[in-house]
């Protein structure tokens, strides 16, 4: 729509007005190209070209935004290349990245939790399915086990509790009435085991359910093929 009004503007400023328009309104059929860059200077600091500036600037980013989430898209759970979703430093830890530790991520959901690229392909597929958020708790629960100060442990309990727990969270996880209401009971005096029940239940919901289909997915058997394409 922004293009058809651009060119309209345009084509109105290089054709000759109506006759009886007066010769002080008449604009020449061909502009010399100095005063068609004017115009066309002109033209953007009108609102309609305006507009039209930021639809291309905004196509341009869409275009490239596409590119870079493609493997992460709700339409397909393939990914063609593996580096796209791998932490710092991809190209190294692709090549770190055998066949054999990719293929150990089959032997249990406990063992592809313990190796960092095993949980960045996960969090990758379970974002193909909107449930990431089961994932972040989890780790957001190991880390906070590690934590060593009381009054640094009690602010972490509460921020936790508000972003996966409660009613309504941000990134509520899918828990049962009454562990989430235990585990609202323990933030009257937080400890290093207050979510142990709700992570224990998210922990059995991932085993369950998206760790098998995960495992079936095409996007891990795409990178147990580009693991051994490597060794070939």
């Not at 009690?154 to 209401?181: C, G, L, M, W, Y």
Request: proline residues 4%.
């Amino acid at each position: 729509m922004y293009q058809e009004v651009a060119d309209s503007v345009t084509q109105g400023l290089t054709e000759p007005c109506p006759a009886g328009a007066g010769a002080s309104h008449t604009f020449p059929a061909a502009l010399p190209t100095a005063r068609q860059n004017s115009l066309t200077c002109s033209l953007s600091d009108h609102p309609v070209g305006k507009d039209l500036q930021a639809m291309r600037t905004g196509q341009r980013q869409n275009k490239g935004m596409r590119t870079r989430l493609g493997c992460l898209s709700h339409k397909s759970d393939s990914c063609s290349d593996f580096t796209a979703i791998l932490p710092d430093k991809p190209n190294r830890a692709l090549k770190r990245l055998s066949t054999e530790e990719a293929t150990r991520w089959a032997d249990s959901f406990d063992v592809l939790l313990s190796h960092k690229y095993g949980v960045a392909a996960f969090r990758a597929f379970l974002k193909t399915e909107f449930s990431e958020e089961n994932l972040e708790f989890w780790l957001a629960c190991e880390e906070f086990k590690k934590t060593r100060s009381t009054a640094k442990l009690v602010s972490k309990a509460h921020r936790i509790f508000e972003e996966f727990v409660d009613v309504q969270a941000p990134r509520e996880v899918n828990i049962d009435f009454q562990t989430r209401e235990a585990t609202r009971k323990n933030m009257q005096e937080p400890s290093l085991t207050c979510f142990d029940q709700a992570q224990g239940k998210v922990h059995s919901l991932m085993e369950k359910d998206s760790y098998p289909r995960f495992l079936r997915s095409k996007m891990y058997l795409d990178l147990l093929s580009q693991s051994q394409r490597r060794l070939s």
